[in-house]
């Protein structure tokens, strides 16, 4: 511990430290340093020279814990160019270390030469890894236009909060559910049947931490697409951890970060089953605060407490819906279904070929209609 006002800019800690350090090391005969912090790459540097060892930040282990759970094509081109974007800058100590790991008698690490041509490989890399992102994204943008009539939500929140868990709880399938950080780095969707025959397409998302690396940050923004898009974010909390305000401040920064602090939200304060009686109480009364997102209190692992977020979802999609009158021809079989399906039909009368409906409607099925030959809406209320 240190109390400093801000860190050197040599090792972090102050020179005096940083050799306690160091002598701390060789007397438990440490084999590797971590920070709880970004390092510089010349503080990274120093340190390693000061202490011998292997010297890791905040940064670098979140990058090594991704790269262990990214599984699709997708992720793992992201967490690469997260971690090489890292590398660029540090490439010199890097080499030191693959030489020791090596054995290798030069410790002084490659030529100049040497490093200029892995510089120039690894921007190529990243170029590459960039082009093929923008494709898989294409790809992504196309496939949630087909979501349009859909009501969406996305469930954002810390690692561990229970966001997957509560996917799952939600739509009945099974979802990578673990305890441990960033189980899920890869957004899923799927649809969850409602009350009243509505349904919502439900997204996880990747999980938020303090001092989220910001090359991270960058390379997950286009993951958290689907999230901006939603009519409304599920911000999932663990209410049961002793760390929850702080979290959900976290979360609230990332969402300002990534522009997604003024979306529709819903705070679902999670595993109250791990809270007693009183604890659970004092934060209703806490959730009530003026000026604060609606609170929903659940537990992934009671199906009864899901309800109310149930409820909340199917009063949300109600209000967003808009009362039309259709006249379509018989024969337009699509148009009747996405009516049944998407809107919810008042009365339906017919006339010859000419099928009346009065529906309520939510406006992106209104506009993907008006677009069709033989359809006739009006606006009623
Ligand atoms: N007791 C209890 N445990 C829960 C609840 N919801 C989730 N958990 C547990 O919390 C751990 C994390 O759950 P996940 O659903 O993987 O959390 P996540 O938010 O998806 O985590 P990341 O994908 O890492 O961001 C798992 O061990 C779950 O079983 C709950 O309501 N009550
Ligand atoms: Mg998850």
């Not at 190529?124 to 790809?139: C, D, G, W, Y």
Request: proline share 4%.
């Amino acid at each position: 511990m240190q109390r400093i006002h801000r860190p050197g800019p040599r090792f972090y800690l102050g020179k005096g430290k940083a050799e306690e350090l160091a002598e701390e090391v060789r007397r438990r005969e440490a084999e590797l340093v971590i920070f709880d912090d970004e390092l510089t790459p010349a503080q990274g540097k120093n340190l390693e020279e000061l202490c011998g060892v292997r010297v890791m930040d905040r940064a670098e282990l979140i990058l090594d814990i991704f790269a262990t759970r990214a599984r699709t094509y997708e992720a793992r081109m992201q967490v690469e160019l997260a971690q090489l974007q890292y590398l660029l800058p540090r490439l010199r100590r890097m080499w030191i270390h693959l030489s020791r790991i090596r054995g290798g008698i030069g410790l002084r690490g490659p030529g100049e030469t040497q490093l200029e041509t892995d510089r120039r490989l690894i921007g190529t890399r990243i170029a590459e890894l960039r082009r093929k992102l923008k494709a898989v994204q294409r790809a992504q943008a196309t496939q949630r236009k087909g979501r349009r009539g859909h009501f969406r939500v996305a469930l954002v929140g810390y690692t561990n909060a229970g966001k997957s868990s509560l996917l799952q709880a939600l739509s009945g399938s099974t979802q990578f559910v673990e305890d441990r950080l960033f189980a899920t780095l890869d957004p899923s969707t799927r649809m969850a049947p409602l009350d009243d025959g509505y349904e919502a397409l439900v997204t996880d998302t990747v999980g938020f931490i303090r001092k989220l690396p910001h090359h991270l940050i960058a390379s997950f923004r286009s993951t958290l697409e689907e999230a901006r898009e939603a009519d409304v974010l599920l911000h999932v909390i663990d209410a049961s951890h002793p760390d929850r305000d702080s979290q959900q401040q976290v979360v609230r920064g990332v969402l300002a970060d990534l522009e997604l602090d003024r979306r529709p939200t819903i705070l679902v304060f999670n595993k109250i089953d791990l809270l007693d009686a009183d604890d659970l109480l004092a934060l209703k009364e806490q959730a009530a605060a003026p000026g604060s997102w609606p609170a929903l209190h659940a537990s992934a692992l009671v199906p009864a407490t899901l309800d109310p977020l149930r409820q909340e979802l199917v009063a949300r999609i109600r209000s967003g819906l808009r009362e039309i009158a259709v006249e379509v021809p018989a024969s337009e079989g699509r148009t009747l279904a996405a009516l049944y399906e998407e809107g919810e039909v008042l009365s339906q009368s017919q006339d010859g070929c000419t099928v009346r409906i009065v529906a309520k409607a939510p406006a992106a099925l209104i506009g993907r209609l008006q677009g069709r030959a033989g359809v006739q809406i009006t606006e009623t209320a």
